[in-house]
């Protein structure tokens, strides 16, 4: 998403003949050294933004190659540019492990100069004029390019091996409008679930972020242990984990899930504004820093941004507040909960001060969250549901088209969900 667009990226595998693999392996040499320098360049004089690594090396550069098209140094700046403020970026966060930015994979980028599309031939220009590559269109493809996403004036290319040229499109679409919110859908992020109030009613979906990183690295840990990370048997065995992909995938469908259920509701979506840092809620019984800091990411900041981003791709309001006291503070009485230590049996089940009626920590959430939107819809006093909640295993809503339908379905055939 850039703002007022989503974006979506198709790749197209392309086989072409050795001559025209031969001119585009020259674009991508000569790219690369432009790339190279503009890095270089970049680091040396402190800066990072196109126009002046383009002001300060364009001159040079075009001497050096003089003939490939001129924009191909435009468009390398501009790679070098990302590449520099993701690479400062995480120099910031203490997480770049190099001097430079590394340039491993490169894809040459190409703007409305380089590069012209129709349904029936691809041309690139190169050194020594345009070359024509013969489309191949993915179902994919064809899902964006017929249902009103406009395809963008740029573009990028990989050489990969046997001939085949990479072609990466990208689609652009304007975001919609947020539509108007008949109330609100609270959404509790936790370490193991995310708590949600739908159709009025509690529900605890099971995501084991923190026992699936929890679970990994203990597995790395395996796989690591006594030896260097750097070789090559342990590096292609930790990166066969798949951690990533698997929170990933996830993240994705549970987003999904909720704004599908937002829209069929006609409401809005409310949720924590959460601290840069991790949170007080969270992992107190992990000590270890960095272990801390992956799951905080993967089951609170990375699944937030994927709920949002989710509901402005199609126009789902949504409000974040602010999450101080949401789960300690009883929305009846506006009391204390007494939670039992860690370690009990039932350690999120707490009981209310004022009232004696019995609260499920993420349930609470909810009802303060709805509150704290300014909402004063009928809470359930003592009910079962605001202590014991039903619950949807990761298993069963991974698969699911609606997480309202994986309730009804459960509920017919009498199984406790
Ligand atoms: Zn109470």
Redesign the pocket.
């Known amino acids: 998403m850039d703002g007022n667009h989503i974006v979506r990226t198709v790749m197209l595998s392309l086989k072409v003949n050795s001559e025209v693999y031969a001119r585009l392996k020259e674009v991508e040499e000569e790219y690369k050294q432009i790339l190279e320098d503009a890095i270089d360049y970049g680091l040396r004089n402190n800066i990072n933004s196109f126009t002046k690594l383009k002001a300060g090396i364009y001159r040079q550069e075009r001497a050096k190659h003089h003939s490939l098209p001129s924009h191909y140094i435009y468009t390398a700046c501009e790679d070098a540019s990302a590449r520099l403020k993701s690479y400062l970026k995480r120099r910031k966060q203490g997480k770049a492990y190099t001097d430079k930015p590394e340039i491993r994979n490169v894809s040459v980028h190409l703007d409305d100069h380089l590069w012209k599309f129709s349904l029936s031939e691809v041309r690139i220009v190169t050194r020594k004029g345009w070359v024509s590559l013969k489309p191949f269109f993915t179902k994919l493809f064809w899902r964006y390019y017929n249902d009103g996403w406009a395809l963008a004036s740029e573009s990028s290319f990989k050489l990969c091996k046997g001939n085949v040229v990479k072609l990466y499109l990208v689609f652009k679409r304007p975001l919609p409008k947020p539509f108007e919110a008949k109330g609100y859908i609270p959404v509790d992020l936790n370490e193991d679930n995310v708590s949600v109030l739908l159709d009025g009613k509690p529900l605890l979906v099971e995501t084991s972020v923190k026992k699936i990183t929890l679970g990994y690295a203990y597995k790395r840990k395996r796989i690591s242990e006594g030896r260097s990370t750097k070789d090559r048997v342990v590096r292609r065995a930790l990166k066969s984990l798949k951690e990533r992909f698997k929170k990933l995938d996830i993240r994705r469908k549970l987003a999904k899930l909720i704004v599908t259920e937002a829209l069929r509701e006609g409401k809005g979506i409310i949720l924590e504004d959460l601290p840069k840092n991790t949170p007080e809620k969270m992992v107190q019984d992990i000590k270890d820093k960095q272990l801390r800091d992956r799951i905080y990411k993967s089951a609170f900041a990375s699944l937030k941004n994927a709920i949002v981003e989710k509901a402005k791709e199609f126009g789902v309001p949504v409000l974040l507040v602010n999450p101080a006291y949401t789960s300690s503070v ?6 204390k ?1 007494i939670y039992p230590p860690d370690g009990s049996s039932a350690p999120r089940v707490g009981v ?6 019995r ?1 499920h920590r993420d349930v609470v959430a909810l009802y303060n969250l709805l509150k704290k939107a300014g909402n004063v819809s009928p809470m359930p ?1 003592g009910s079962k549901e605001s202590h014991d909640p039903l619950t949807v295993r990761l298993g069963e809503w991974l698969r699911a088209k609606s997480l309202h339908l994986t309730l009804n379905v459960n509920k017919m055939m009498g199984m406790t969900v």
Request: aromatic share 6%; proline share 7%.
């Open positions: 009883c929305p009846i009485h506006e009391c909960i209310c001060e004022r009232g004696r009626e609260w006093l």
